[in-house]
Every structure is written in structure tokens, then in C-alpha cells.
């Protein structure tokens, strides 16, 4: 159970990852987009990748809030055993 736990530990910070270099990039394209329409130019391609970009980052945060919920689950089914093999009781 420790190695599953581990795995998703691992996969949530790569998720935490993707998410940080999303965010920088949606921010960035956007900064292009308004750029590109304060210089009179068509902003339609831009506008189309900054659209794919904010759906990857929205698939990446609703992976980590997967695997976050799934480690949330693993340790509160872990917890009682954990207890009981402490001695400690509810």
C-alpha cells in the first residue's frame, strides 16, 4: 500500500508540475493574443492555442484533483489500521 502510495505521490507532483508550467504558458498566450489585437493584427491562430492550452491545463488540474482525492482515500483507509496496530482505539 506504501509503494501504491507512493506512486500517486509521485504522479501528483508531476501533475503539480504540469500544472505550474500550464498556468505560465495560458498566461503567456494570452499576453501574445492582446498583443496581437493592440497592433491591429488577427489574433484567430493564437486565440485557438490559447484555447488548447487552457483545456490541457484544465485536464492537468482535474488529474491532480484525482489523485489527490485518491490519496485523501488511501490514508483515511489506512488511518483505523494504522490505530489498531497502535493500540489506539476510536
Not at 50 to 68: C, D, K, P, Q
Amino acid at each position: 500500500m506504501a509503494e501504491d502510495r507512493a506512486v500517486v505521490e509521485r504522479h501528483l507532483a508531476q501533475a503539480e508540475a504540469a500544472i505550474n508550467e500550464g498556468t505560465r504558458h495560458v498566461q503567456r498566450q494570452r499576453e501574445i493574443v492582446a498583443s496581437l489585437q493592440v497592433d491591429g493584427h488577427n489574433p484567430r491562430q493564437a486565440e485557438e492555442l490559447l484555447a488548447i492550452f487552457e483545456e490541457t491545463l484544465a485536464s492537468h488540474i482535474e488529474g491532480r484533483n484525482r489523485l489527490r482525492k485518491e490519496l485523501d482515500e488511501a490514508r483515511d483507509a489506512e488511518s483505523p489500521r494504522t490505530r489498531s496496530r497502535q493500540g489506539i482505539s476510536e
